[in-house]
């Protein structure tokens, strides 16, 4: 049954039971003026949902119900015994229409005009009752009697406590005597909703109590579990740690209570955007998806109205009016996409509107007209920070202001609330094409996670989510903290890293007289992002992560913008919890920052295109090796002894489960009592583990491989930091444990490769690779084969259009974007040029990827944009536009 | 640590006076030699020292915050809200603290020593002296003659309410 449906059928069944209390009153004082207004109400409700739902039954007996009952509730009618009786069986005949909807889905043949007849009679005033006579004339038993139909309707079986009821009073016998009171008992029985017995109403308090409770019960766990683990020999332990899962599925449960559909915050909004389009002209599509996505209702609150507001603009100032879009050479009707979904302990909430973009220019001037920046300023800034502006106070873009959007309060406000639930909002925008917003929000604010930090001897909690890295810092080695006029900043990867001490942050601890050289020796770096402001945190001490409920401070506190709360921790002290936006902003993060820190990295991207983090570690004699850090999932320290081995194969359990690990080289030590780094590549619950002597450093280089490696497992030697590295083939390892690593995903690609395989060679897809970096051409290469395609890597594209001329032809086309001879986008542009290719699907692949890439990369031609290293996109991309390719 | 306020009440004798007409019961406690009371009705718990984490950046008066079965509660210097110099405290001597709930949050007060629950009469109720202290006066809400001794109602919710960041 549509879902509509069943909220309709819960709501009025909810509403019926109500009134069933009621209606006893009724007898009673026929005229109270209340209960006649409730029943008009529901009548009115049930008519209007109908219309909208298609129930034309149950409409036009709410329709004639609710005339009547209009009279009375005016005072133009009173209401005698009779009535009562007609009101009553006007409620029971939309009980069995309901009940009858409820088993079947749809209305019961026949019709209701025996009811409305009589209905209308009173409406129009020339029924028995008004003329005093007390005979009931046009008063008939009912053919169809309706409560005797529901009694004997399948429901009743399903019921069988149920007795068949005595046919309503009212019904039967139409008499003076009050007897309906004692109808409604039955009747109720007789309805009883079978949907409204799944689904309970509780109040919200209640399990705001019940969660209030569980956090509780989880913090006095976690007190219990820290004790018992100072004491080994407890013969408390298993029960501990039976109540340790009843509390975390408990908790879990309870949470899963809070959650709501983001559809709930939504419902509103089909509405809106049509109120919208009549009232400014326009033709708007809304589109949602994704309105399953649950999250807490907490946190739904809070983000519905800026939701709603988001909307709005999209429709106010994203969408033209048609006459506008048929010029632009778009469909009249304008699309706006709402889409929500999950991704790694956040929901995303995308808006997307074909409209015509941000004007750039305009806002431009506003911002000279507003003061906020100076002529000369406004000429440096890119479209992108102009852009940022608009989440700004006090500027608003829509020339006219309407009485739907446009009063200069806006976008400022919906970022501030955004950013106070811990969320993220980006946007891109294309003058022309339409704008994207992007917001990131948590999925609950009661239970974070967050590593705890010390600080001048007292305990800070972070919550994770904001933090990217820690950094050990000493100042005898490379990794130091510098000062530029008493502010501290760090080299992280060659870029500065404004630094911020915990200690000096919160007036805590003593600092007079010590140089920085001592006072910065062995700290810890907590390199916090908020929104695209990075920052590090100075810190004495880290201690492990938590799941902490976060408690709001006291009301005198609440002034302290550092701290976002307070909670226990499992030892039983109370902890602040700071607030790493709150830091951001005292520490003097703004939004004009903000923009220029996102040009400056746009721009540094640019340069550093074909740079790749690398991890580089030691491991065996020899020079270093590098291996792309994206490819890895984790680093752990192992410790040797708890290394087994089974059928030659080292195993090690980890996180519940055996990994294999390789040792990198023969020739380690790897003698028991050691610790050793693993580097841990995971991909679907699989993992390998790659044990290695020594991690040294994170590096961005561009990647030039001399020298080809001889070795398996080593792609050849480039230079990393100045010294001569080795390339790890990871792929190497991966297959020597697991070999069929990327064959048995049973994921689509592979489906679809796999068929390709058995259909012979001819069936193979044959890939053109264009790729100038070899190390992307070994890395990618063998991928794409293990997927089962044929693929062919060349260096550049005027080698791949060199294939053109040998009348080469292949199924997909991938290619690099920075390339030295000719950039992906004018090889696109070429190859669409060109007779024999111009069809073939091209995807382009590339380490960077603005916005402004992206919709060049389509502009050119290319069918997909998508970014290096990740592999399942890859994957499925190719397997995506191949088949749609096989089916145009 | 803590001990149950009710009880002690009813343990509580009250030489003074005979319990005629209106009465109010009192906790009394002391700083700095001065004996003040806080009406019985306001107090949850009295307790021993505990744990308290500093909260860096708040108002002086607040020494912390502390875990009180699974509840915060900020603790409050009285001394510092009533303008006194820290106590000069022994070796052995522990921080005494009441707690009371004001608007919904737990605040732990904490003071010199706890005394008796004291049944007061209205007849020896009178308003503050007009030479009070002007911190005194603001969080007093008037005195009671006892024998040889003069106690000073605490107006809880002023003294709290003097914290809050509007003022």
């Known amino acids: 049954m549509d879902d509509l449906i069943i909220e309709f059928l819960t709501e009025t069944n909810e509403s019926l039971m109500e009134l069933d209390t009621d209606l006893i009153k009724l007898e009673q004082n026929p005229n109270d003026k209340d209960l006649i207004s409730k029943i008009f109400r529901l009548m009115h409700t049930i008519k209007g949902t109908c219309g909208f739902l298609g129930l034309p039954r149950l409409e036009t007996v709410a329709h004639r119900a609710e005339n009547v009952m209009g009279r009375f509730r005016d005072g133009d009618l009173e209401v005698t015994a009779e009535y009562v009786s007609l009101i009553l069986e006007s409620l029971d005949r939309v009980r069995y229409l309901l009940g009858h909807i409820e088993e079947h889905g749809t209305e019961p043949e026949g019709n209701d005009t025996d009811l409305t007849t009589r209905l209308d009679a009173v409406y129009e005033g020339r029924d028995a009752f008004q003329t005093g006579q007390t005979t009931p004339g046009p008063v008939e038993l009912p053919e169809e009697d309706p409560v005797e139909v529901a009694a004997h309707d399948p429901l009743a079986d399903i019921f069988d406590t149920i007795e068949i009821p005595v046919a309503t009073p009212a019904a039967i016998e139409p008499s003076h005597q009050p007897v309906a009171a004692a109808a409604p008992p039955q009747t109720k029985e007789a309805t009883e909703s079978a949907v409204a017995n799944q689904s309970l109403r509780v109040n919200m308090d209640v399990l705001e109590n019940l969660m209030t409770m569980v956090s509780e019960l989880v913090l006095t766990r976690n007190q219990l579990l820290q004790i018992s683990r100072t004491e080994k020999e407890n013969s408390f332990i298993t029960p501990l740690q039976r109540l340790n899962h009843v509390v975390s599925d408990l908790q879990e449960g309870v949470m899963k209570t809070r959650m709501q559909p983001i559809g709930n915050a939504w419902a509103k909004l089909p509405r809106i955007i049509r109120d919208l389009s009549i009232e400014l002209g326009k033709k708007i599509d809304l589109i949602m998806i994704g309105q399953d996505t649950e999250l807490d209702r907490q946190v739904l609150d809070m983000i519905k109205d800026p939701l709603t507001h988001m909307v709005r603009n999209s429709g106010d100032h994203g969408i033209e009016v048609p006459t506008e879009r048929i010029k632009a050479g778009k469909p009249e009707t304008g699309k706006i996409h709402l889409r929500a979904y999950h991704e790694g302990g956040h929901i995303i909430i995308e808006i997307a509107d074909d409209g015509k973009g941000l004007p750039t220019e305009k806002i431009r001037q506003k911002l000279i007209s507003n003061g906020l920046v100076s002529e000369e300023e406004s000429k440096k800034l890119t479209p992108q920070q102009v852009h940022q502006y608009i989440f700004h106070a006090g500027l608003s873009t829509a020339e006219k202001v309407t009485s739907v959007s446009g009063r200069g309060v806006g976008m400022d406000v919906v970022r501030t609330n955004i950013e106070k639930i811990g969320g993220s909002i980006e946007m891109k925008s294309v003058e022309g094409k339409g704008s994207t917003f992007f917001i990131k929000i948590p999925l609950t604010l009661a239970i974070v996670s967050s590593l705890i930090v010390e600080s001048a001897g007292e305990r800070f909690a972070i919550p994770q989510l904001a933090v990217r890295e820690l950094v050990l810092v000493s100042q005898k080695s490379e990794n130091r903290i510098e000062m530029i006029k008493n502010t501290p900043v760090f080299r992280l990867r060659e870029k500065l890293l404004p630094l911020v001490s915990l200690e000096d942050l919160l007036k805590i601890g003593q600092h007079s007289g010590e140089n920085f050289e001592d006072r910065f020796e062995h700290k810890y770096i907590i390199v916090t992002q908020v929104g695209n402001y990075s920052f590090g945190l100075i810190v004495d001490q880290v201690f492990d992560t938590e799941e902490i409920v976060v408690k709001p401070v006291a009301k005198i506190l609440k002034n302290i913008e550092l701290f976002s709360g307070n909670t226990i921790l499992g030892d039983g002290s109370v902890i602040m919890i700071l607030d790493p936006g709150g830091i951001a902003k005292v520490t003097g993060e703004s939004n004009l920052s903000d923009a220029s820190q996102d040009s400056q990295e746009a721009a540094e991207k640019l340069i550093s295109d074909k740079k790749t983090s690398l991890l580089v570690f030691t491991a065996g004699p020899g020079s270093p090796k590098a291996v792309p850090l994206s490819l890895i999932s984790r680093l752990e320290n192992i410790d040797m002894n708890s290394v087994e081995e089974t059928d030659g194969q080292m195993l090690v359990q980890y996180r519940g489960a055996l990994m294999p690990i390789i040792p990198f080289s023969d020739q380690m030590d790897l003698s028991k009592d050691k610790m050793k780094p693993l580097l841990v590549f995971a991909d679907r619950g699989k993992s390998v583990g790659l044990i290695v002597d020594e991690i040294v450093d994170i590096r961005e280089e561009i990647i030039d491989i001399q020298l080809e490696g001889k070795r398996k497992g080593v792609f050849g030697s480039a230079i990393i930091s100045g010294k001569a590295s080795e390339i790890v083939d990871v792929m190497h390892f991966l297959n020597s444990v697991h070999g069929d690593w990327f064959k048995d995903h049973g994921d689509d690609p592979f489906l679809a490769s796999d068929k390709a395989k058995k259909e012979g060679k001819s069936g193979t897809k044959r890939i053109l690779l264009v790729d100038d970096s070899p190390f992307f051409r070994n890395m990618l290469c063998p991928l794409l084969t293990a997927a089962g395609y044929e693929v062919i890597a060349v260096e550049g594209p005027s080698k791949a259009l060199e294939l053109t001329e040998r009348d080469e032809n292949f199924d997909l086309i991938i290619s690099d974007i920075e390339m030295p001879d000719m950039n992906g986008y004018d090889f696109a542009t070429r190859v669409r040029a060109s007779e024999k290719w111009q069809n073939t699907p091209m995807v382009a692949l590339t380490s960077h990827a603005t916005p402004e890439d992206i919709d060049h990369g389509y502009e050119s031609g290319f069918d997909e944009y998508i970014a290096k290293f990740d592999r399942d996109t890859l994957l499925s991309t190719i397997s995506k536009t191949l088949s749609r390719g096989a089916d145009a | ?167």
């Open chain 2, 1 to 167: 640590m803590s001990q149950n306020v009710q009880e002690q009440h009813h343990m509580s004798k009250n030489p003074q006076h005979v319990v005629t007409g209106k009465t109010k019961d009192f906790l009394t406690i002391v700083i700095e030699g001065q004996l003040f009371g806080i009406p019985i009705l306001q107090v949850q718990d009295v307790l021993g020292e505990l744990k308290v984490t500093k909260i860096p950046l708040a108002p002086p008066q607040v020494s912390g915050s502390l875990n009180l079965r699974g509840r915060i509660v900020t603790a409050i210097d009285v001394r510092k809200c009533l303008g006194l110099p820290p106590m000069e405290r022994g070796e052995d001597e522990k921080l005494m603290s009441v707690v009371v709930n004001h608007d919904d949050e737990l605040y732990s007060l904490i003071i010199d020593n706890v005394g008796d629950v004291l049944t007061l009469h209205e007849k020896d109720f009178e308003s503050n002296p007009a030479t009070l202290d002007i911190i005194w006066k603001s969080v007093s809400l008037g005195v009671y003659r006892l024998q040889g001794k003069i106690l000073v109602v605490l107006d809880v919710p002023k003294l709290l309410l003097a914290l809050h960041p509007a003022h």
